[in-house]
């Protein structure tokens, strides 16, 4: 099979570009690496965008790892929807003109961070959850398109031992170095790199897939906040989960800024555990159409 990968030079990507290989596949990539990628361009640039589809030539499938999924300090809702949701929608752009989509399986690497804008206690708007708010605009977008088979993967916190970067927030008070064990413990659902790498492998070559399929993409058992603590050397604080909340709804109290730290602290003291795979939720965005989304900002 000849695969098109964006995102090739990635931390997923580079896994699943190895593994892709090493089954077999031709793999090419669409990127701003020169000398590595196959075609050189700019996804937020939708000519370059088409210009590069043209280069690679006909595939098989489009696995679509691209996006900013990490450090997000400094960036507002519109940095985030053009790295993550722009870049989509001109990859999609430059898909159709090609003529491609409907010849093509669509895999695309979304995040169970979508379910943010979900939860009807916190009701987060757009602007205080960006990254889910680009993410979930991103599906919608590939979702209208007529793929000859679509699989959404929702993506755990995905780390190996060597990248813990999204472990540690299950770890450390935000903001802060200051290790804390939480009574009781919440439970997190993580995914090791090679289940994640596993994920993309079987939506590429499962032989008769789904015309529509969404996958949340988790390791099988969720891991408690205090085996997390084991992953990172130095001593603990303990602190009742309740006092974090109380702590957290007293900073709510002090302006915008407060919320927003209460909102992060609020989020620490809680499990972010998942579905099984193969839960099929929703896809539009709550209170609004699929339409209205997609056709630009959306501000909860």
Not at 129 to 146: C, G, R, T
Request: glycine share 8%.
């Amino acid at each position: 099979m000849r695969i098109l990968v964006t995102g090739g030079t990635g931390y997923l990507g580079l896994a699943a570009v190895a593994a892709l290989r090493s089954r077999g596949h031709e793999v090419v990539t669409i990127g701003r690496h020169s000398g590595v990628d196959t075609a050189v361009c700019d996804l937020t640039d939708g000519v370059a965008v088409r210009n590069a589809i043209r280069e690679v030539g006909v595939c098989d499938a489009v696995v679509h790892l691209a996006a900013r999924a990490h450090d997000f300090r400094g960036l507002s809702l519109d940095d985030l929807l053009l790295a993550n949701t722009t870049t989509t929608r001109h990859l999609i752009e430059a898909l159709r003109g090609a003529v491609r989509t409907a010849e093509v399986r669509f895999v695309h690497a979304s995040s169970v961070a979508v379910y943010d804008l979900f939860d009807t206690t916190r009701r987060l708007t757009a602007e205080q959850a960006p990254y889910a708010a680009s993410k979930l605009l991103a599906e919608q977008i590939v979702d209208a398109e007529p793929f000859q088979s679509l699989c959404v993967l929702r993506f755990a916190p995905v780390y190996d031992r060597a990248h813990l970067q999204d472990v540690a927030k299950r770890v450390f008070l935000p903001g802060t170095r200051l290790k804390l064990r939480l009574c009781p413990s919440p439970v997190h659902s993580l995914c090791a790199l090679e289940r994640a790498v596993q994920a993309i492998v079987m939506a590429l070559e499962t032989a008769a897939p789904q015309k529509r399929q969404l996958v949340n993409v988790t390791d099988a058992v969720p891991t408690s906040q205090h085996e997390l603590l084991e992953w990172f050397p130095g001593r603990s604080l303990t602190v009742p989960a309740w006092f974090l909340r109380t702590l957290a709804g007293g900073i709510a109290l002090c302006g915008e800024k407060g919320r927003k730290i209460s909102r992060l602290i609020d989020k620490f003291a809680c499990s972010s555990s998942y579905l099984e795979p193969d839960w099929k939720p929703t896809r539009a965005w709550p209170g609004v159409t699929a339409e209205e989304s997609i056709g630009g900002r959306v501000t909860g």
